[in-house]
């Protein structure tokens, strides 16, 4: 048991059997279940002690790594004073096969834990005049304008996509049916699947302009809520909630003058730049895409174009058919 479990990846046996493990990697761990009758015998240990844990993600879990050695060795202890009897070489094997087993279980509930409990991101727009731009784990797209604060898992994992702002920002949310997207705010929360809106949460209200698609926006206070649709507003105050219709209004995106983005990867920045613009920059070299920059432009195509290629030594290649290639 000890050489099986040598290499043993917790993190993507968490992923494996809680369901989350996709692409790739779940094929290559089930071709070795296949190839491998040792590894596969103890994965279905491991799932069926898993279904006893009935770990549930959508509440939140205490684990203590040290804790839960400790009743393992005092287990251990137990044991061996009740059966004496046992003779050294056989309670060796015993205690090795035993310690072996809840190392596996304590490493396996640590990364279940440590997945569903990701790390908290807080993100905060000070600078005047700026526009904090920021791509989240499932690709949404969101501008934070002047003293907005925004707080989001490093990943989303569970039935939801959960987020907290306080302040003004524009919103560009991928569409994902199978997990909603959520905002939540002082005074209500806005749910939405995909789709463009201005979201702000200053004072005693909260004001959502959506730009495209629907919305569903829930008072706090009152359990209020309302569908919200593309050139319509609604305005979540003390004890009601009100939706109109509108002629015309200003986002934070179409108010922006300084793009500012921080420790984002170049994919993403562009990415940003051509839904922003309608342009078509094109990034050459998978090692260019994950790049992580911090950069701040004017809003105007033609100086972020000039910037990236200046500020890192990048070369930008025009084609006639309008594309811009980034390269090195």
């Known amino acids: 048991m000890k050489n099986a479990n040598k290499h043993i990846n917790f993190n993507l046996l968490a992923r ?7 692409g790739p990697s779940k094929w290559l761990l089930n071709l070795k279940l296949q190839v491998s009758k040792p590894f596969w015998a103890e994965v279905q240990k491991l799932n069926q002690l898993y279904s006893i844990m009935k770990i549930n993600p ?10 839960a050695w400790e009743k393992v ?24 096969r035993v310690a072996a087993v809840a190392t596996i279980m304590i490493g396996l ?7 569903y409990h990701p790390k908290t991101i807080k993100l905060a727009n000070l600078a005047k005049n700026h526009t904090t731009i920021t791509t989240l784990p499932d690709g949404s797209q969101v501008y934070l304008g002047n003293q907005a604060i925004l707080e989001y898992p490093k990943r989303f994992v569970g039935k939801t996509r959960s987020i907290s702002l306080s302040g003004e920002a524009y919103f560009d949310v991928e569409k994902n049916l199978n997990q909603p997207f959520i905002i939540k705010t002082h005074k209500a929360n806005v749910t939405v699947v995909g789709t463009s809106f201005n979201l702000k949460a200053l004072g005693n209200e909260v004001f959502l302009d959506v730009v495209e698609g629907k919305v569903k926006i829930t008072h706090t206070g009152t359990s209020e809520s309302a569908l919200v649709g593309a050139g319509e507003f609604a305005i979540a105050l003390d004890s009601k909630l009100i939706v109109k219709r509108r002629e015309a209004s200003q986002t934070v995106k179409s108010k922006m003058k300084i793009l500012l983005f921080q420790d984002e990867t170049l994919a993403d920045i562009v990415r940003v730049i051509n839904n ?5 920059l094109i990034i050459q070299g998978d090692e260019l895409k994950k790049m992580r920059i911090s950069v701040t432009f004017d809003n105007d195509i033609s100086s972020i174009v000039i910037i990236l290629s200046a500020s890192f030594n990048l070369k930008v290649t025009r084609n006639t058919n309008g594309s811009i290639i980034i390269s090195r």
């Open 58 to 67: 959508e509440k939140p879990i205490e684990f203590n790594p040290l804790k």
């Open 16 to 22: 494996y059997l809680s369901g989350e493990l996709t």
């Open 109 to 115: 509930s640590a990364s279940l834990w440590f997945y």
């Open 276 to 280: 922003t613009y309608g342009s078509n």
């Open 73 to 96: 060795q005092n287990r251990i202890v137990q044991n061996s004073a009740q059966h004496h009897y046992i003779s050294t070489g056989q309670l060796n094997l015993k205690l090795v």
